[in-house]
């Protein structure tokens, strides 16, 4: 029984790695009509999914019914889907098809200009549509560094990490030494990514609102603003069903820049909303955004080192 669960996640990481290199080649329309196959039954099977990702639009939209919730539901579980389905082609197809894939790019010029004006530019990249495809685009157009945990399943890191350096991308871990990283990559006037809607641990981030509800939300971008005057950009890759991608880069809400964490972690909430506002649907809902409380806070002896909005 000792080596049974090593020997199980050995096998489902083989599995999951043979499934992305057999789908690296494979035509987005293919991607996506298999999408349209799968993500129904995910949401009809899978119970933590479907449980989370209505109760998070329940509370994100609760003036819509339930029918529409429901509709939206099966729609962002079938993007979940796609998104998987497609992370051998981000890692692994062939670049060409990868960068001709990206049919359109909406406000490069933010990312331009603040290189031209001697700024490194920090991109806010939610969970939503393809973001792998989003670091493929940017590792290869701009000097990039962005935090790297690795996977639960061990096996997959070096697949990992080769897909999303293979364009020249810098991986730093998610500790101090990546911090710093990050900080001398913005001094170089580079890109660094962000992801703004993971629960940070404990201590390293401060409630605020979330479509109107309170979130654990991550202070690390005031730390690096106020350290290196960089412009803050919100990046996605929205998928075009089954023809391609459309990345978008929005002018971040002008909160981040404050030096006060709980109004820039707001802003920072503000730009994941702005971004979702493109396509619900296309949102990974099924993430615990609201899994830490203040509630739960308060019964923590370091109470005093988290700040409610």
């Not at 080596?3 to 199980?8: F, I, V």
């Not at 990312?111 to 969970?127: C, F, S, T, Y």
Request: glycine share 8%; aromatic share 10%.
């Amino acid at each position: 029984m000792a080596g049974g669960e090593p020997r199980s996640r050995a096998f489902q990481a083989r599995a999951i790695a043979l499934m992305w290199r057999s789908l690296a080649g494979r035509r987005l329309s293919t991607l996506w009509r298999l999408a349209r196959l799968i993500g129904p039954l995910v949401e009809r099977l899978s119970r933590r999914e479907r449980q989370v990702t209505r109760a998070n639009l329940a509370e994100v939209y609760p003036s819509r019914s339930p029918a529409e919730r429901s509709q939206l539901s099966r729609q962002s579980l079938t993007h979940s889907t796609a998104t998987m389905l497609e992370l051998g082609f981000a890692w692994m197809g062939e670049p060409g098809r990868v960068e001709t894939s990206i049919l359109e790019v909406h406000g490069r010029e933010l990312l331009d200009e603040a290189r031209a004006e001697g700024r490194g530019v920090i991109v806010l990249a939610p969970h939503f549509g393809n973001w792998e495809v989003l670091n493929f685009w940017l590792s290869g157009h701009f000097p990039f560094t962005a935090m790297y945990e690795p996977p639960k399943l061990a096996q997959l890191d070096p697949i990992i990490r080769k897909g999303r350096e293979r364009r020249g991308a810098s991986l730093v871990p998610t500790n101090p030494r990546g911090v710093a990283a990050l900080l001398k990559a913005l001094k170089r006037t580079e890109a660094v990514g962000i992801l703004p809607d993971q629960v940070p641990s404990w201590g390293s981030g401060v409630f605020a609102p979330f479509y109107g509800r309170l979130a654990y939300t991550a202070t690390l971008l005031p730390k690096l603003v106020a350290r290196t005057e960089a412009r803050v950009v919100t990046g996605v890759a929205l998928r075009l069903p089954g023809r391609g991608f459309a990345i978008h880069f929005l002018a971040a809400d002008t909160r981040v820049y404050v030096a006060d964490e709980v109004t820039s972690a707001s802003g920072v909430n503000a730009c994941v909303e702005a971004a979702i506002a493109l396509d619900p649907a296309q949102y990974q809902w099924e993430y615990k955004r609201y899994r830490k409380t203040p509630e739960e806070a308060e019964g923590r002896p370091d109470f005093k080192r988290f700040r409610i909005y």
